[in-house]
């Protein structure tokens, strides 16, 4: 009988990774919408966004690399019987 709890694990650190990201976006997005509603200028207000897209594109980046590396390693670990 074939043993799948280390196929459960990789599943679930893959799901973990997505949910932390998600949890992760979800924060600084808010925090980005908080601090945009006080600001006085447009000035500010397009060196928040650029700030905060620039953040946001080098987080994706990272956990993208993070995630795929699970996702390499579970299918690595999946296709070898």
Do not use: C, W
């Not at 990201?21 to 500010?44: I, M, R, W």
């Amino acid at each position: 009988m074939t043993d799948f709890a280390p196929v459960q694990e990789k599943l679930t650190a893959i799901m973990t990774a997505h949910t932390d990201y998600a949890k992760g976006s979800f924060e600084a997005n808010k925090q980005y919408f908080a601090k945009l509603a006080t600001l006085k200028t447009p000035d500010e207000a397009i060196q928040l966004t650029t700030d905060h897209m620039k953040s946001a594109r080098e987080t994706f980046v990272a956990e993208a690399k993070k995630i795929g590396e699970l996702y390499k390693t579970f299918l690595h670990g999946s296709l070898t019987f």
